[in-house]
C-alpha cells in the first residue's frame, strides 16, 4: 500500500456508558488501520476517529476513587498529580486521550495517528458525513 492510496473513512465512537480500556483497544485498532485489508505496520494508514459523550466513561473496580494521574516535569517538585475523579469534571477528553496515547505503537507515527482523533463531551460531533458508527 502507498501512501497515495489511502483511503480514509471516519467512524463515529459513543462513549456513553463504555468502559475506559475496552473503548480505547476499539478505537486504536481503527486509528493504526490494523481493522484495513491491507494493514502495513510501517504506515499510517489508519481511519478517522470522532468520539462523543466523553463525559459518558465508565471505568471498573474502585478505579474512580484510587487512579491518579502523574506529570513529572523533571525538575526537583515538578510532579503534578490529579485524581481520575477530579480529571473527569475537569476535562474528561484527556482521560481518553492519554490511554489512547498509551496503546499506540512508540514510534514517529503515533503523533500522526493521534491528530486523526476528534472527541467531544456531548452529543454533538460537528462533522458533515460520519460512514461507519460503532455500537
Given amino acids: 500500500m502507498k501512501k497515495t492510496q489511502i483511503n480514509r473513512r471516519y467512524h ?6 463504555k468502559v475506559l480500556g475496552r473503548l ?7 486509528i493504526s488501520g490494523k481493522t484495513k485489508v491491507d494493514y502495513s505496520p510501517h504506515i ?9 459523550n466523553t463525559d459518558g466513561i465508565q471505568v471498573t473496580g474502585n478505579k474512580r476513587e484510587d487512579k491518579i494521574y502523574h506529570h513529572f516535569s523533571g525538575y526537583p517538585g515538578g510532579i503534578r ?6 480529571q473527569m469534571k475537569k476535562d474528561s477528553r484527556k482521560v481518553l486521550r492519554q490511554a489512547i496515547y498509551g496503546m499506540l505503537p512508540k514510534n514517529k507515527l503515533r503523533d500522526q495517528m493521534l491528530t486523526r482523533l476528534l472527541m467531544n463531551t456531548g452529543a454533538e460531533h460537528g462533522q458533515e458525513t460520519i460512514h ?3 455500537e
Fill in 44 to 52: 499510517d494508514g489508519g481511519d478517522f476517529v470522532v468520539v462523543i
Fill in 12 to 17: 463515529l465512537f459513543d462513549a456513553q456508558g
Fill in 132 to 134: 461507519v458508527t460503532h
Fill in 24 to 30: 480505547s483497544t476499539e478505537i486504536v485498532k481503527v
Fill in 81 to 86: 498529580s490529579i485524581a481520575f475523579k477530579d
